[in-house]
């Protein structure tokens, strides 16, 4: 029940920051005209989403099985984090826009997070599953 | 004995593990940060001085204290006198090298959305620009080519576009952490082609920018063995337009002074940093200690001599202090390292991070400094030990 909870409310937390981080604490550059950071941002947004909904949706599965899956699908959402703004939407070309010089620096280090925080949980509980089944 | 095992016992008190770590991840991180950002700020500053690359700058009468505001933040400017003056002051007895630039008002290249400083120089005469160029494409510059800052987005065939009209990167330069980094560098034979896009994508290009064979600035080194205030003065005499000089040097040595402040507070920051995490450190030393005293007393009891149990003690401060200090280490260098750019952008400063080893070298840096605190804050339990008496511990716990 503490990895449940514990859990779901850090994805949803780490989701809830992916979300922010584009749109608030390192906003991509403000442009009248949309560049291709503006897109990446948004398309950040949706990735964000489905972590929250991944986080809230592992507080209802008893199942380690499933618990693992969902934390699985969370890393592996995590790499998309970064392959947005590097090679699917981009970024400004210029080296020294804000997109660059501050949100992606930022999506790096939460993507990080993210990556460690879920495969952390996947193979604590394929361990931990492990050994009760030995028992 | 096997349970005497430095993971084993982590893994049986993982509570006191997290007390003892905690203060080492805290000053490693400290330590961390202020060693990357301390040596960023040193190599932007080293680099400004090497960028101005020259003794003394002439520039126009009025435009010096914009001058000086482009060598040291960058800022954008336009001022202009005429080209006799460097033809007067390159012949001039005493002055080892001369050469001149032709600033134009940045734009917006179409190439990116950002601002951009656009600098005609002479490649020929040139002293300034030539030693940071890190990756040369095209040996010979022509009026078709440009050399670009480390900042400037280059397409992917070679080429970058300015004011609708493409141009070949001939030079891209190295990384210098100051505004040379958004620049680009055109010949003086591109000047008409450029002011005329210029002014047909509708910059303001005013007639003496059009018509006039004008320069914005000319930076001068005096010979060694001559004095410079005699070859300033043959300058004012040979030069016949009103000018204004820009002591470069003593302009980055002002700023380099300016910045010891900085520097300052980070060695201030890193002493009291040291100085509060020994101190937590040896007070959370003596409160695992004081818990372990039973288990220490039944060790001894089970037979287990005073220098077993030190080393025991010994082992336990070298694992949290190598794990804590790495660690420490490492959640700092998440956050110091990509985000360099974005430091210097807000201080206002030249900034340069470390590359990857210099990191590693203060990983290890900072994680032997955490182990020799570690072990200091260890010695209070050793002397517990030493003195400990055995059953008494054992008597006092039952009590």
Known sequence: ?135 | MNDLNVFKRAKRNIKQVYLLITPVVLLSMVLFASFVIDLSLKQGVSNLEKRIGSDYILVPKGAKNDAEDIILEGARGIFYFDRSVYDEVKNVEGVKEATEQFFLKSMAADCCSSEVEIIFYNPETDFLIHPWISSEYKKAQDKNCVVTGSFVNVEDNGNIKIFGREYKVAAKMAKTGTSLDSSIYFTFDSLDTVLADASEKGSFITDEQQNGDLISSVFINIEEGYEEGDVLNRIKTSVSTDYDLVFSKELSRQFSDNLSNIYEVLHIINIFAIMFFVAIDFCVNCIVVNSQKTEIALYRIMGIDKKSIIKILFEDALLTSILGGTGGCLLSALFTVPFGDYIGNMLEMPYLGPDFLRVTLFIVLVTLLTVVIGILGSLYPIIVVCVLDPYTALRKEGE
């Open chain 1, 1 to 135: 029940m503490k990895n449940r909870i514990g859990f779901s409310i850090g994805y949803i937390l780490l989701g809830t920051l992916l979300i922010l981080i584009p749109t608030v604490i390192f906003p991509v550059c403000v442009s009248e005209k949309k560049m291709a950071c503006f897109y990446t941002a948004r398309a950040e947004i949706g990735v964000g989403t489905v972590i929250i909904l991944l986080g809230l949706a592992y507080i209802f599965f008893k199942s380690a099985e499933i618990r693992a899956g969902i934390s699985l699908s969370i890393a592996i959402n995590s790499i998309l984090i970064v392959l947005l703004p590097l090679k699917l939407t981009g970024l400004c070309k210029m080296s020294d826009m804000a997109c660059r010089i501050g949100t992606l620096p930022a999506l790096i280090v939460i993507t990080i997070i993210i990556a460690a925080v879920s495969l952390g949980n996947f193979v604590y509980i394929l361990i931990s599953s492990k050994s009760k089944n030995n028992e």
